[in-house]
């Protein structure tokens, strides 16, 4: 991973860490080692615990069981004030009466630094968040980014250890949300400043993070790279939360050397990867993306017949629901250029769909999704 400032960077572990709210356990054994200068994503379902967590590195909820380390050293004694923390949250909560300047130098000022210094911080933050020339404004006067902006300027302003942003562009209309997820990511970047991110959408977990820990129910689910958590998914959960997934139920019927071949109930055999060990005859569901699934016009052994029932243009992609013979609704991803191939599909039309190569599906048991 690039750091473009190490110096400045800190690493964060949660060891451990359980928190009960009376009988609601809202964060269980999570234990996440965070590098330093690098950015974390916590994604997960509304009430999985991704704000619980925050509150706790941030020391505004003191954990049930388990210790918050910055630096190798727990923080567990100290008071939100002295972690070295900066968080950003969804609705900026900018002091609405002080102008910009005056909202930046705020956090300097509760530490004593004034004058001089605090002015030449401020105008560099400022300078960061490309917002000079704005100063004397008061947030009623700028954009939701531009206050956005500001939030996170008083944020670093401080010289934060690790910063923490809830949910941050969730006020933010699509186009400005990700000129903002842009700017935030460079900035992270050229600051080199271990940033944690919550956020429930998964487009931005992925876009953004370095790594991702997909949270369910309290419990950290997978924590590994934005690619690995899609191309390799540890869970049913994690498969169908993160992407788009078709679960289909069939049977391991036995193992080769290019992976392990599972009977879907459709009557078709497929191979896909192993998540876990199969005896033969175990019940299992084969995931695999819409985009993995390619159509093709003559039927074959290893080809799942159905037909198209609706079509969702979006653009760049479009989406089909193909219905099967056993009444399943399978979704399928395909590209302007993959259709100008085969032509552009009707509702009503009858295809054969073949799946890329065992490395597009995953094979997890089928007591997995229930969880
Ligand atoms: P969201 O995305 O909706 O903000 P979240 O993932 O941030 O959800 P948390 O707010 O951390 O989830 O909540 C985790 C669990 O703890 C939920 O079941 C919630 O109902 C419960 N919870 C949170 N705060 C409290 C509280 N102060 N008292 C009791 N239960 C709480």
Redesign the pocket.
């Given at each position: 991973m690039a750091i473009a400032n190490p110096g400045r960077s800190h690493t964060l572990f949660l060891d451990a860490i359980t928190h009960r709210?009376?009988a609601?356990t809202?964060?269980r054994e999570v234990t996440l080692e965070v590098a330093a200068g690098e950015m974390v994503a916590l994604l997960?379902?509304?009430?999985?615990?991704?704000?619980?967590?925050l509150r706790i590195i941030a020391g505004f909820t003191r954990q049930t069981l388990g210790r918050v380390l910055i630096d190798g050293e727990s923080v567990d004694h100290l008071a939100p004030s002295h972690r070295r923390v900066g968080i950003v949250f969804q609705n900026y909560a900018l002091f609405p009466h002080m102008s910009v300047a005056d909202n930046i130098a705020y956090g300097l000022d509760a530490r004593g630094i004034k004058g001089k210094i605090a002015q030449t911080r401020v105008e560099a933050m400022l300078a960061l968040v490309r917002m000079a020339g704005f100063a004397e404004r008061l947030p009623r006067e700028l954009s939701g980014g531009q206050q956005q902006r500001v939030a996170l300027a008083r944020a670093l302003a401080v010289e934060p250890r690790i910063l923490l942003l809830d949910e941050p562009f969730g006020a933010l209309d699509k186009s400005l949300r990700l000129d903002m997820q842009i700017e935030i990511k460079r900035l992270q970047r050229e600051y080199g400043i271990t940033t944690i991110i919550?956020t429930?959408d998964q487009e931005e977990a992925l876009s953004m993070a370095d790594r991702i820990a997909v949270?369910h129910r309290?419990g950290v689910e997978q924590f590994d790279s934005p690619m690995n958590i899609y191309d390799r998914p540890a869970s049913v959960f994690v498969s169908a939360f993160v992407g788009t997934t078709n679960l289909l139920p069939g049977e391991v019927v036995g193992a080769i050397d290019t992976g392990i071949a599972v009977r879907l109930d459709c009557g078709v055999t497929l191979l896909g990867v192993a998540v876990g060990r199969f005896a033969v005859g175990a019940r299992v569901l084969l995931a695999v993306r819409p985009e993995r699934l390619r159509v093709e016009g003559e039927p074959a052994p290893d080809r799942i017949a159905g037909i198209i029932k609706a079509a969702l243009p979006l653009g760049a992609t479009t989406i089909y629901e193909v219905e099967t013979g056993d009444r399943r609704v399978l979704k399928l991803a395909t590209t302007r250029d993959g259709e100008s191939e085969g032509g552009v599909l009707r509702l009503g039309d009858r295809v054969h769909l073949a799946v890329a190569s065992a490395e597009s599906c995953a094979v997890f048991a089928a007591g997995d999704a229930g969880r």
């Open positions: 709210f009376g609601v809202a964060v997960g379902p509304s009430g999985c615990g991704k704000s619980t967590l919550v429930h949270l309290g």
